[in-house]
Structures are given as C-alpha cells and as structure tokens.
C-alpha cells in the first residue's frame, strides 16, 4: 500500500521554565496506512480533533514524579484526542467506528487498543469527546460528585472556572443546589462564568491583591469544597478559608508546571485545625464509572441544562500555539486543534452544485495547504487562495466568485441577486440574513452558534442544516446537495423568510418594537444617572 503525508508537532527538546511555541517543531513524516501484520491489538487512526490540556507540560521535561511518564525530545506530542479508524486488527473496532483516546499529535496514529473509548452516541459535536463527554468532563464529574462529595446547599470554589474542567463543575455543582464561585484571569471570561455557565459569583483573580480577603467576601461562612486547579497563592487562600470538614479534590496546579522553583503553601495547618480532606486524582482511576457518566450528562445536554464552550484552533499545524495559549490565559473553556480537509470538500460541493456563487476564503493561521477552512484569524501575509484545490478557480470561473479574507456581508446580503447565506450563524450574521430576507445554509462551530443554528433550521424553518459525516467533515455531496435544496427547492424557506424579514422591517419602524425597546432603555440609563444609581 502506498505511502501517505503524515504530519506532526514533535517535541524539539525537554523545556524548562514557560514553554515557546518555539520548543515545538511541524514536520511532515509519512505512513503507510496499513498494520504492521499480525497486529492484533492495535489500531491505526486518523485524527480529527486533538486536546489541549495542562498536564501536557507534564510530559515536556525530564522529571517524571508525576507519574505521567515523559515524552522524548523528537517525538509526536501525546494527549487525548477523537479519530476515525481506518484500519483495526481488533475485533472490538470496526473501520470508519469513531473512538476517542489517547493519542499522538499527528494527522494518523498507530494507538494500542487499551484505554480506546468507541463513541456511541452521534447526536452530539465530535469535538465534545475531547472535552464534555471526553476527559475533562470526567474529570470534573469525578473530581466534584466522587471526591467531593457534595450536599446541597454547600458552598463550592472553582479556580480556572472558565477553563475545560472549571467550567463543568461549577454547572454540575449548581444543579446540585449548591452555592458556586468562580475564579478566572479576565472579565471576559469571569462575564462567561457569571452570564453562561450560571455561577453565582465570579472574580478575576488579577485584580484582587488580598485573595485570602477576597474569598472572605465571597464565602463569609467559608468554603465546603474547593476544586482545585491552580495550586500556589490560590490554594494557600483557600486553605484559610476552608469550613471543617471540607474537601479539595486536587485536579491540577496549572500556576506551579511552567515554574523552576515552586511555590510553597504555608498554611498546611488548617488541614489539621479544620479537619479538611485533600486528595489528588488522576482521570483514568476512574475510567470505570464512564458508563454511569455519560448516562449523567446526556441527558443534560440534550435538554440545555449544561452547556459547553469550546476554543478551537483550526489545523494541526496551529496545535503549539493553541496549547501554548493554554498556559497563558488567551483559551476560552476547551482548547482544541483539528486536522481534516474540510476546505477541499467545500470547494468540491460548490463546483458540482452548479450554482453561482461568491465564496469568501479566510486563510488558516499557517500557509500549509493542508489546514482546514474554518480558521480563528486570518493573517495578511498569506494568500487564502492558495489553500484552494488545484485549478478550482479556473474550472468555475464562469460559475462563480472568490474573493480573499473579507468581503462587505450587509452589502452583499442586500443584493437582490443572493438567493441563500452559507453562514456560521453568529447573532450578527444571523439578523443580517433576517433583515435581508435571506434563507440560511446553517454550519454552527461552536458556543451560542449551535443554538442559532437548531432555531434557524428546526424552529423558524428558514435555513437547512447539512449532514456532518462521521469522520467530523461535511463532504462535498452533502454540501452540494444542501445547496441545490436551498436554491431549487424548499419554497416554504423563502415563505417563512419573508415573513420574519417583514417583521424585522416593523420592529426597525419608528414606532416599532425594536425602536421603542431601545428607547425605553435610553429613557431607563438616563434616569438612573440622573439618579446619581448607575
């Protein structure tokens, strides 16, 4: 069988101190996709999404009192990630099954069958297997409900509230009927806490001087469980703070792993004083209870009761500046990276559709052809067309438009000859469409996105939401069979289109509900300033 690319982010050398994207190196290897003979149990894997997380600087240096092991300096990176099987010599692991484990920073992987978790339940994102359902979602239900032992009512501290765990348990433990605080770096991400994840209290812990006085306001009584994230400065606080007979289930101390020297705790006493439980836990001792976890927070999922927030960093090759990230604060909830050729399904889908269309390529954060479309940011210096399958500008020349990284949406919108909005379902985007009178195709990423999207499509019955295959990709026949759906078919899109767009032009009236609404509130912050209130 012949060879194929495979690239990697391979570790150049142990680190000391804050880790550099510069520690890590993109190299393309190759594979042949096919098991060694006889390999019965191991399995060869293509991977779609690949988990940031903080243990992974764990593995960077040579100490290994962890327990983790070490990885060693010109190897793949390993940590958890969901994948496509291609090939299997187990009879548990069937081609095309989709699992998620632990596996290496590569686009394919040879993994052994132990510790391979087949995902069975296909309702939800892929992606949610390397967070929600994956490891930090067990994580938190293991460290909160196994460890911590909670009681309604209690009082609950989450450091790094807003990160993949953090964000969890603060959930988990206010369907629990517990008071829940949270700390995080910025005000974005303590507005998240407070506004998305439903905490009751939340603070960025930059702008505190005097923790120890800090938890004192939010927890007068003190704390009965404290998940444990950060270590340091943080824990030494908690400590004073602690009720008798709390419990801290410790998950990680993200604040010691980049440090030469760590810090100490100096008020180690309190644990006597106030008889507090500490205990340390790493995920896979609690593998077992997987079954019991998902039959938890499914349901959960799928009736809105927990939601989820993911950081995606778009292509392999941006891996090492998606996990350096991590270390620095610039990630929201899950930082994920993924490999797929997503792009090339798109343009394919287009070309055969036979539709006209003005298609706005944004450049993945690298100039490597194989990144996928979807990207955080585009960079100026790298030509977005290039990431384009070979000739697939001068094949539809006559059949459509490519403009590079940006084009003026509302003005396009407006346009009397656009007849359907491929669109992410942002809110903005969303009401531009709305206000156009435009119907949508519906491809959500992730957070709010997904929700838009599910009302769209299912609720007002104006956009068409296309089939993501298995393997976490839209294939070209499905991208154009949604499109020849929207612009051939599907009238009742464009009835209910026209009737939400007519209602949007009376709300935006003089005396329409839009209008006044914003009025009212003018009318409202005035008063309250005049109130000397606001």
């Known amino acids: 069988m012949a060879e194929v690319r495979n690239k990697q982010v391979i570790l150049k050398d142990y680190v000391s101190g804050f880790p550099k994207e510069s520690d890590l190196n993109i190299v393309d ?8 003979q006889g390999s019965n149990d191991v399995v060869l894997l293509k991977n779609l999404y690949l988990s940031c997380d903080p243990y992974m600087r764990l593995l960077m240096t040579k100490d290994t009192t962890a327990g983790l092991g070490a990885l060693t300096p010109g190897s793949p990176l390993t940590g958890f990630g969901v994948s496509k099987v291609v090939e299997s010599g187990h009879p548990d692991y069937k081609k095309d099954d989709s699992v998620w484990s632990l596996t290496k920073w590569e686009e394919y992987s040879l993994v052994p069958t132990t510790g391979i978790f087949k995902i069975e339940h296909n309702d939800v994102p892929l992606s949610y297997y390397t967070g929600i359902l994956g490891m930090p979602g ?42 829940v605080v949270g700390s995080a770096g910025t005000k974005e991400k303590v507005d998240l806490l407070k506004n998305k994840f439903g905490y009751d209290e939340a603070f960025n812990y930059k702008e505190e001087p005097d923790l120890n006085a800090t938890l004192k306001r939010y927890f007068p009584e003190g704390i009965d469980i404290y998940f444990e994230n950060v270590g340091g400065k943080t824990l030494d606080a908690v400590l ?22 760590p810090e100490g705790v100096t008020n180690l006493a309190q644990i006597i004083y106030k008889r507090i439980r500490i205990e340390g836990f790493v995920i896979s001792d609690y593998f077992h209870l997987y079954t019991k976890f998902l039959e938890f927070v499914l349901p959960l999922i799928r009736e809105g009761k927990v939601v989820y927030v993911e950081d995606i960093a778009e292509g392999l090759e941006n891996g090492p500046a998606a996990l350096i990230g991590l270390y620095s604060g610039r990630n929201v909830g899950k930082q994920l990276s993924f490999s797929q050729e997503q792009i090339v399904e798109l343009a394919f889908g287009l070309e055969s559709s036979n539709q006209k269309f003005l298609w706005v390529v944004r450049a993945p954060n690298s100039s490597s052809s194989s990144a996928a479309y979807f ?46 909005f491929l669109s992410h379902c942002g809110w903005n985007s969303t009401l531009e469409s709305v206000v156009h009178g435009v119907p949508l195709i519906t491809w959500p990423l992730f957070a709010e996105q ?17 089939r993501v295959h298995e393997n976490g990709i839209v294939e070209r026949v499905e991208v154009a069979k949604v499109i020849k759906c929207l ?35 003018t009318l409202k912050w005035r008063s309250l300033v005049q109130e000397n209130k606001f």
């Not at 008798?244 to 030469?260: A, K």
């Not at 290039?386 to 990284?405: H, Y």
């Not at 009302?455 to 104006?462: A, F, H, I, T, Y």
């Not at 009238?491 to 209008?515: R, V, Y």
């Open 375 to 420: 990207s955080v940011s585009a960079q100026n210096d790298v030509d977005p067309l290039q990431f384009l399958p070979c000739g697939f500008i001068e094949r539809t020349k006559d059949q459509g438009m490519v403009i590079p990284s940006w084009a003026p949406q509302v003005q396009i919108l407006s346009h009397r000859s656009v007849g359907g």
């Open 450 to 466: 997904r929700t838009n999207s599910v009302l769209l499509s299912e609720g007002l019955k104006v956009g068409l939401r296309p």
């Open 29 to 36: 290897s190759t594979i042949t996709l096919k098991l060694p």
């Open 487 to 521: 612009m051939e078919g599907e009238e009742l899109k464009w009835s209910n289109m026209k009737e939400l767009k007519e209602a949007a032009s009376n709300a935006l009236k003089e005396d329409g509900s839009s209008t006044k609404t914003i009025s009212q509130l």
């Open 240 to 261: 004073l703070n602690m009720r008798v007979h709390g419990r801290i289930p410790v998950s990680g101390m993200i604040s010691q792993y980049n440090l030469t020297q």
């Open 138 to 179: 067990m994580t938190a239900y293991a460290g909160f409900f196994e460890l911590g032992s909670p009681k309604k009512g209690e009082n609950v501290y989450v450091s790094a509230a807003s990160g993949a765990v953090g964000q969890l348990v603060g959930q988990f433990a206010k369907l629990h009927g517990c008071y």
